[in-house]
């Protein structure tokens, strides 16, 4: 079941993929972007990283901190260099889903079919380019987890939402940046 603004975030107290435990009751007084994602060798997630790991300092200097969740097992995360260059931002592991669920993420086979369809030549050449992990799933592993992003104010209310409608569509870097740069608990949308 998707979730609604302005409740609550589900708190997690995880391990993260290389070290240390995430406690999102330590991110009170902060603005939190938590983003899942599918698997690690996705171009359409790996792109993503990659573009909110470059607004990294901008989101931080306006007190604004990420988790990034994927469905991939720790150990097949960990063997990937771009994962660990994406450090600090934490990467938390969930393949059984059981966070994915809690957040509400769907699973479509037809979004991610059209998306395949209509982005995947194009995404993958992308990050090929940029030096991006592209490969196919390992076991267990989706190829119809559909992605999502929640902004959460510094209370962890969640103000805004985002369940993606095709594999290629994110929450624009221009709302997450007005969302940090308000004072007080952020706009609903």
């Known amino acids: ?3 609604e603004l302005n409740i609550t975030a589900p ?12 406690n999102l009751e330590d991110y ?6 938590i983003a ?22 901008d989101f ?3 007190n604004l901190e990420m988790i990034f969740f994927f469905e991939s097992p720790a150990t097949l995360i960990q063997r990937s260099t771009f994962h ?14 059981i966070w994915y669920n809690t957040y509400g993420l769907e699973e479509s086979s037809r979004i991610s079919a059209m998306s395949h369809l209509t982005s995947i030549i194009q995404s993958t050449i992308k990050a090929k380019m940029k030096g991006l992990p592209v490969y196919t799933m390992a076991a267990g592993e989706s190829i119809n987890t559909i ?5 959460l104010d510094e209370n962890l209310i969640i103000r805004r939402i985002h369940y993606s409608t095709s594999l290629t569509d994110r929450m624009s870097i221009k709302d997450i940046q007005e969302f940090a740069g308000t004072s ?4 609903s949308m």
């Not at 107290?13 to 435990?21: D, I």
């Not at 899942?36 to 792109?47: I, Q």
């Open 84 to 97: 660990k260059d994406v450090l600090p931002i934490p990467i938390l592991s969930d393949p059984e889903k």
């Open 147 to 151: 992605p999502a992003e929640f902004l």
């Open 28 to 33: 009170k007084g902060k603005k939190v972007l």
């Open 36 to 57: 899942f994602f599918r698997h690690a060798g996705c171009p359409f997630c790996n792109l993503r990283v990659h573009t909110l790991n470059k607004h990294y300092e």
């Open 60 to 62: 931080k200097n306006k």
């Open 11 to 22: 708190k997690f107290k995880l391990p993260s993929v290389f070290g240390g435990e995430i």
């Open 1 to 3: 079941m998707k979730l």
């Open 184 to 187: 007080g608990y952020g706009l």
